[in-house]
C-alpha cells in the first residue's frame, strides 16, 4: 500500500508536538523502538508506539489520528483537483463526510477512501496520487525520519546522523487541536534556517478564525505555494478562503509585521424554547402575610384568581429553531433542538384550532398542575357533611364542604374546603384548606394543604402543609414547606423538600420524631408509583401481544385449512364433471349397469363436495371471529401503549418539575427539640444526643480534598428556615 507509514508518522509527530502531547524525549525513545521494530521486519505506526508506551492518553489518540487524517485530507483533495479527478464539490462533499464520521464516531476513513466509496475517483486514481504525495515527502524529508536525535539515543539506533531532522515547536494542526504555525517549508533543518520572509498559521482556540502572520525580511517573500501548503497542512476549509485576497496581500505586505485573517467560521446560534405566559397568577398561594411582630401569617395567601367563560387563560410562544454553526475546518457545529411545550387541557377549558392559545369554558377559579395540565374549577357546595347523605363526591372544580368530610368516604377534585376530615380519603388537583383538624384520614394534593391540627394522617403533599397547631402520630411527605411555626411535631415523620419551620419537636414521653429535609421523597414514591404502573401496563402488554401473536397463528392455521378444503372442492368438481362426461356416454350407449354405477359414484362425490363446503363456511366463520378478536387485541394493545406513553410523561415532567429546585436540607425550631429525634439530609443523618433549644439545624458539606456531609445545629434566634443551605 502506497500510504506509508512514513509520510503518516511525519504528519502525527508534528501535530503531537505542536499540541505538546509529547516531548522530545519522548520522540526520540518512539522513534529508537520503531526503528527496532523495523529491523525485525514489523512496520508499526508511530502513534501506536505513543498509545502502547503510555506516551499519549488513548482518550486523545483517536483525535489526533483523525486530525492527522483531515490534514492529509486536504492535500489529497488539492492535487485530486489539479488532475481533473474531482471537482470543488465532490471535494467539499467528501470532506463533509469525513467531518460527520468524526463527529459520529470519533474517528474517521482517510479522504481517499472516502472518495473511492462514493464513486467519485478510481481506486487507481487514488493510487496515483498517493504515489505523488510519497515522492513530495521524500523531497521535503529524505528517506529518514530521525527528529530529536538527543544524547542518550545511541549510535546505533540514529544511522545516518547527517540526515537530523527537526520538529519544529507549533507546526501542524487539525480536528480538535487548537494552534499551527509554519515558516516557510514544513520541516527545516538548523543548518538550513533560510533568511527572509516567513508565514505563520494561527488558529483561535474556538477555532472560528484564521490568520496568517508575516515577519522578516521580506526582500525574499512567502511565495503563493508555500501559502497553500500552510493551509493544506493547517486543514482550513478552501471554500473559506478568499485565494484572491490573499494574493493581493502578498504583493502588497510590508517589512516588519503583517497579518491577514484568511478564514472564519460561523458560529451557532442557538434556538429559542417555547414559553407559556398564563393570563391569571398561577402562584396567588404565595408565602403569606407578614405580621407587625415578624411572624408570618400562612393562612392570608392571596386573593384567589377568577376568570369569565371565553377569558384568554394561557398562551403558547412556539419553539424557534436554531442555526448550525461551522469552523476554520469546514466542521459543522450542530445546535440542539430547543425544548417544546404543549399546552395541555383538562377540565373547564379549550384548545385554539392552532394550538397556541387556552380559554376558559367556564366561569371558576383557573389553576394549572405542576405537570402543566390547565384547568377552570366550577363550584360545587355542600351545605352539611359528605356522608350517606351525598355519598362520594368526584367533581372537577372547587368543592366546598360547609360541614366535614366523614369517615370512610372519598372526596376528589380540585380545591376542597372543608370544616373537618375525618378518616377520608381526599384526592386533588389543587388545595385542601380544612378550618379544623384532619384525623385518620388519607391526603394526596398537587397543591397545599393547610389545617389546624393533623392526627394519624398520612398527607402526601407537592406544596406546602401549613399546620396551625399541631402534627401527632402522622406521616407527611411534601415536595414544598412544613410549617408549624407556633405548634408542635410529635411521634410523626416529616419529609419536607424545602425544610422545616415549627415551635417545638418531640417531648420528653412521646416517641422520637423522624425529620428529613432536603430530600425530595414524596416525588421518589410517586415515581416509584408510576414505575410500578409501568412496569403492570407492561405485563399487560405482552400478554396482549402474545395473544395477538396467538390469534394471528390462529388465522394463518385457518386459511391453510382453507386453502387445503378448497383443493379437495376443486378436486371433487373435477371428477364430477369427469363422471358427467362418462354418464353421458353411457347413456348414449344405451349401457344401463354402467350408468347406475357411474350415478352411485357421482351422488358420494357430490355428498362428498357438499361436506367440504360445509367445513369451508364453519372455517370462514371460525375466521370471522379470529378477525374480530385481532382487532379488539389490536385496540388492546394501542390503549396499552398510550397508556405507558401517558404514564411515562406524567414521569417524566414530575422528576423534572422536582428537579428544578435543589432542596433545602434546613430545620428551624423556634423552640425546643428533643433528644432522640433522628434528623436526614440528603447526604448525611445523625440522632440528637440531647435537647436543643432555640436551634437551626443543616446539613453542610466541608473538607478540601474530599468533600464530606454533616448535620450542623447552630444556636440562633430569628432565623428564616428557608434561607438555602
Known amino acids: 500500500m502506497i500510504e506509508k507509514i512514513r509520510r503518516y508518522d511525519h504528519i502525527i509527530t508534528k501535530i503531537a508536538f505542536s499540541n505538546k502531547l509529547i516531548d522530545k524525549a519522548q520522540l526520540a525513545k518512539?522513534?529508537?523502538?520503531?526503528?527496532?521494530?523495523?529491523?525485525?521486519?514489523?512496520?508499526?505506526?508511530?502513534?501506536?508506539?505513543?498509545?502502547?508506551?503510555?506516551?499519549?492518553?488513548?482518550?486523545?489518540?483517536?483525535?489526533?489520528?483523525?486530525?492527522?487524517?483531515?490534514?492529509?485530507?486536504?492535500?489529497?483533495?488539492?492535487?485530486?483537483?489539479?488532475?481533473?479527478?474531482?471537482?470543488?464539490s465532490q471535494i467539499d462533499a467528501a470532506m463533509g463526510l469525513q467531518a460527520k464520521e468524526f463527529m459520529k464516531n470519533r474517528s474517521c476513513s482517510s479522504i481517499g477512501e472516502i472518495m473511492v466509496d462514493q464513486g467519485m475517483i478510481t481506486e487507481e486514481q487514488r493510487q496515483v496520487i498517493l504515489k505523488e504525495m510519497e515522492i513530495l515527502e521524500k523531497k521535503e524529508t529524505g528517506q529518514e525520519m530521525k527528529p530529536f536525535l538527543d544524547s542518550g539515543v545511541g549510535a546505533d539506533d540514529r544511522g545516518n546522523e547527517t540526515q537530523k531532522m527537526v520538529i519544529q515547536e507549533s507546526l501542524t494542526s487539525a480536528g480538535r487541536f487548537e494552534k499551527l504555525t509554519a515558516d516557510g517549508d514544513i520541516l527545516k533543518s538548523p543548518d538550513d534556517q533560510s533568511e527572509g520572509s516567513k508565514a505563520v498559521l494561527i488558529i483561535s482556540e474556538d477555532k472560528f478564525e484564521a490568520k496568517i502572520v508575516f515577519s522578516g525580511d521580506f526582500s525574499k517573500p512567502v511565495s503563493m505555494d508555500e501559502i497553500e501548503d500552510l493551509l493544506e497542512d493547517g486543514g482550513i476549509d478552501y471554500n473559506l478562503v478568499d485565494m484572491a485576497k490573499i494574493k493581493s496581500f502578498l504583493n502588497t505586505v510590508k517589512k516588519g509585521n503583517d497579518e491577514l485573517v484568511i478564514a472564519k467560521g460561523e458560529r451557532p446560534v442557538p434556538g429559542k424554547a417555547a414559553c407559556i405566559t398564563y393570563f391569571f397568577d398561577t402562584d396567588y398561594l404565595g408565602a403569606g402575610r407578614i405580621n407587625e411582630d415578624g411572624t408570618i401569617d400562612y393562612k392570608d395567601r392571596g386573593a384567589i384568581p377568577r376568570v369569565n367563560a371565553g377569558d384568554l387563560i394561557a398562551e403558547k410562544v412556539p419553539s424557534q429553531p436554531g442555526r448550525d454553526g461551522f469552523n476554520v475546518y469546514g466542521i459543522s457545529i450542530p445546535v440542539s433542538e430547543p425544548e417544546d411545550k404543549d399546552l395541555i387541557c383538562d377540565s373547564g377549558v379549550e384548545l385554539s384550532n392552532d394550538g397556541l392559545k387556552v380559554f376558559a369554558k367556564v366561569e371558576g377559579q383557573p389553576n394549572v398542575t405542576i405537570t402543566g395540565k390547565l384547568s377552570v374549577f366550577d363550584e360545587f357546595n355542600v351545605k352539611g357533611d359528605v356522608d350517606y347523605n351525598t355519598g362520594n363526591i368526584e367533581f372537577d372544580g372547587n368543592i366546598n364542604v360547609e360541614g366535614a368530610v366523614k369517615d370512610g368516604f372519598s372526596v376528589r377534585g380540585g380545591n376542597l374546603t372543608a370544616k373537618e376530615i375525618h378518616g377520608a380519603m381526599i384526592y386533588l388537583k389543587g388545595d385542601l384548606t380544612v378550618d379544623g383538624g384532619i384525623f385518620g384520614a388519607g391526603i394526596q394534593t398537587e397543591g397545599q394543604v393547610i389545617a389546624r391540627y393533623v392526627k394519624d394522617a398520612n398527607i402526601k403533599s407537592y406544596g406546602d402543609v401549613v399546620v396551625d397547631k399541631e402534627i401527632l402520630d402522622s406521616k407527611i411527605r411534601t415536595s414544598g414547606k412544613c410549617i408549624i411555626e407556633r405548634g408542635k411535631i410529635i411521634s410523626s415523620l416529616i419529609t419536607a423538600k424545602e425544610?422545616?419551620?415549627?415551635?417545638?419537636?418531640?417531648?420528653?414521653?412521646?416517641?422520637?420524631?423522624?425529620?428529613?429535609?432536603?430530600?425530595?421523597?414524596?416525588?421518589?414514591?410517586?415515581?416509584?408509583?408510576?414505575?410500578?404502573?409501568?412496569?403492570?401496563?407492561?405485563?399487560?402488554?405482552?400478554?396482549?401481544?402474545?395473544?395477538?401473536?396467538?390469534?394471528?397463528?390462529?388465522?394463518?392455521?385457518?386459511?391453510?385449512?382453507?386453502?387445503e378444503f378448497a383443493q379437495a372442492q376443486d378436486r371433487a368438481k373435477m371428477l364430477e364433471n369427469a363422471l358427467s362426461q362418462k354418464m353421458k356416454t353411457a347413456e348414449a350407449q344405451k349401457a344401463e349397469d354402467e350408468r347406475k354405477k357411474i350415478m352411485l359414484v357421482m351422488e358420494k362425490v357430490r355428498e362428498k363436495s357438499q361436506d367440504i363446503g360445509n367445513k369451508i363456511g364453519e372455517i370462514f366463520s371460525e375466521q370471522e371471529r379470529i378477525l374480530e378478536e385481532i382487532s379488539a387485541s389490536m385496540t388492546k394493545i394501542e390503549t396499552e401503549i398510550t397508556l405507558i406513553e401517558k404514564i411515562g410523561k406524567e414521569k417524566s415532567d414530575v422528576s423534572e418539575w422536582s428537579k428544578k429546585e435543589p432542596g433545602n436540607p434546613v430545620v428551624v425550631v423556634r423552640g425546643e427539640i428533643y433528644g432522640g429525634t433522628k434528623l436526614f439530609g440528603p447526604h448525611a443523618l445523625m440522632t440528637l444526643d440531647e435537647t436543643e433549644k432555640n436551634v437551626m439545624i443543616k446539613e453542610v458539606q466541608y473538607g478540601e480534598s474530599e468533600k464530606k456531609w454533616k448535620i450542623e445545629i447552630i444556636k440562633a434566634s430569628g432565623m428564616s428556615a428557608f434561607k438555602k443551605a
Open 30 to 88: 518512539a522513534y529508537s523502538i520503531q526503528k527496532k521494530l523495523e529491523k525485525s521486519g514489523d512496520k508499526v505506526p508511530i502513534d501506536e508506539i505513543f498509545l502502547k508506551y503510555k506516551m499519549i492518553p488513548e482518550s486523545l489518540i483517536e483525535d489526533l489520528r483523525t486530525a492527522t487524517k483531515r490534514s492529509f485530507a486536504k492535500g489529497f483533495g488539492s492535487r485530486a483537483l489539479k488532475k481533473g479527478f474531482v471537482t470543488k
Open 499 to 563: 425544610g422545616i419551620d415549627t415551635k417545638q419537636i418531640g417531648t420528653d414521653v412521646s416517641p422520637p420524631c423522624t425529620i428529613k429535609v432536603g430530600q425530595d421523597e414524596h416525588i421518589r414514591k410517586i415515581i416509584q408509583g408510576l414505575d410500578y404502573k409501568i412496569q403492570k401496563r407492561r405485563e399487560e402488554l405482552e400478554k396482549e401481544q402474545a395473544q395477538y401473536e396467538s390469534l394471528l397463528e390462529e388465522q394463518r392455521r385457518l386459511h391453510v385449512k382453507i386453502s
